[in-house]
């Protein structure tokens, strides 16, 4: 591992173009979408881990992420420092999110060469991902930055396009031109030319340069961070009222639009990294294999006369007849019905949930904490009924309650439960009473899952209310 080496992950992205099952409290970048067991971030973390030390690894995403992304990362590498998540207080998409990891990485170490990479991306050619980067550090070591572009195999209007000029160096291009979604005739004419090659967003850079380049492109942005921060007594950029001010006053940029497209500092390295950003249905249909039929099926599902179509059950069962180009997504409160052609629409979709305010557009009835996640299975006046999943040898804050009073029952597991000065031992079967304002702690001292059915009573059952005395993941 080289120490001048850093990375940066871009884990900020909603994912809406893959509802119902990525949502605002679970996005994609959080699920098992490649076909390995873990997550598009924990394989995105390892596969930067490869060529950068962990502690060297600063992520940035949405507050609402910190906590499960934290967890997540901290599967692979247990001793990650929570320090290195900058949790952005609001979405300002990329443009912020790169200048904020980058001052952050520029004040561990001015003289860094930093790889962004992105949470929610497929890459199946692992050797080419690792060869490419010790190939780019190498090119930046003195300054400069370089893209790495992968082959347009395929006319797509969601992706963006880098053109590639002369030769400068053994495999290193000029990168002459970008073009950012362009409609569907246009692609095909990028693909049929032969010189352009998707932007998959994966940058290395000197972290002096591209400082340089916000000063000098983006002075607007620069200054908001640059004035707030010259103000503020911490200047190490992880002060979360420093960065609230600063974000309350910027526009929503992406860094392609903000600065890649205007400098004269980029290079461009193609390589065949057999990627893909997962990011519409029709795209993980074309990833996946293909039954006699053309179908992707998984999940409970039956089909007769179906062709060409992506199904994804759950636990109801799907039957499908005579139909053909279709998307079936079955989740436990929400599924969608979608022709193949209008996948893009899905985020349109989505905007017509909020406006009608329903909850399914944002969140799933699963929520996920470092401990494990819970269940809302009901809920009305005055009363809530939840499911708890406790990982082993996690535990919960200790915590009380101003307004509510809790129930619980042990479904499975071996659990430590606490009461004020009271710790109980107890399994399935057993129920404990916490009153309202007793301070309480339920931990997992077993080897394998611990489930509780929490009923709760009180006249307010809001998650804010909670007064943290400890907790092992450093929550407030």
């Excluded at 029952?409 to 079967?429: I, K, S």
């Amino acid at each position: 591992m080289k120490s001048d080496f850093f990375g940066l992950i871009v884990a900020g992205g909603v994912g809406t173009r893959l509802w119902p099952i990525s949502r605002g409290n679970m996005p994609k970048q959080l699920l098992p979408l490649s076909g390995s067991n873990r997550s598009l971030l924990q394989d995105a973390f390892a596969r930067l881990a490869r060529s950068v030390s962990a502690e060297q690894i600063i992520t940035v995403t949405s507050k609402a992420y910190e906590e499960p992304l934290l967890a997540q990362i901290q599967e692979l590498a247990c001793d990650y420092p929570g320090i290195n998540v900058l949790a952005e207080p609001i979405g300002r998409d990329s443009g912020p999110a790169v200048l904020w990891g980058a001052l952050r990485i520029h004040h561990l170490h001015p003289e860094a060469v930093v790889a962004i990479i992105w949470a929610d991306q497929m890459i199946r050619n692992e050797a080419a991902f690792d060869e490419a980067l010790g190939q780019a550090y190498g090119a930046v070591a003195n300054g400069g930055m370089v893209a790495i572009g992968v082959p347009a195999n395929r006319p797509t209007t969601t992706l963006g396009y880098i053109k590639y000029g002369r030769e400068v160096g053994e495999g290193i291009y000029e990168a002459d031109r970008f073009i950012e979604k362009p409609d569907r005739v246009t692609a095909e004419h990028l693909v049929s030319e032969g010189t352009y090659l998707w932007n998959p967003g994966i940058f290395v850079f000197k972290v002096s340069t591209l400082l340089q380049e916000y000063e000098r492109l983006a002075p607007t942005v620069m200054g908001h961070f640059r004035d707030q921060g010259s103000t503020s007594s911490n200047h190490d950029w992880r002060d979360p009222d420093m960065m609230a001010a600063i974000y309350a006053k910027l526009p929503r940029e992406s860094i392609d639009y903000l600065l890649l497209e205007k400098t004269d500092q980029l290079q461009l390295i193609p390589c065949d990294l057999d990627w893909s950003d997962l990011g519409t249905w029709d795209e993980l249909y074309f990833q996946k294999d293909k039954d006699e039929n053309g179908n992707v099926v998984s999940g409970n599902a039956v089909t007769l006369h179906t062709r060409n179509t992506y199904i994804r059950g759950g636990r109801r069962l799907i039957a499908t007849v005579g139909v053909e180009d279709l998307v079936v997504v079955d989740t436990d409160d929400a599924l969608l019905i979608c022709d193949m052609k209008c996948v893009q629409d899905v985020k349109h979709l989505v905007e017509h949930l909020k406006e009608r305010n329903l909850p399914e557009a944002e969140a799933f009835e699963e929520h996920v904490r470092p401990w494990g996640s819970y269940t809302v299975l009901s809920e009305g006046p005055g009363y809530k009924v939840k499911v708890l999943q406790i990982h082993p040898r996690q535990k919960l804050s200790l915590q009380m309650h101003n307004h509510r009073a809790e129930h619980w029952v042990v479904v499975q597991g071996r659990v430590l439960l606490t009461r004020d000065e009271e710790v109980v031992q107890c399994t399935a079967n057993d129920y404990f009473y916490v009153p309202q304002g007793a301070k309480h702690r339920i931990e997992n001292n077993g080897d394998g899952e611990a489930r509780i059915i929490e009923v709760q009573q009180g006249t307010y059952l809001g998650e804010d209310d909670i007064v943290r005395f400890e907790d092992v993941y450093g929550r407030a």
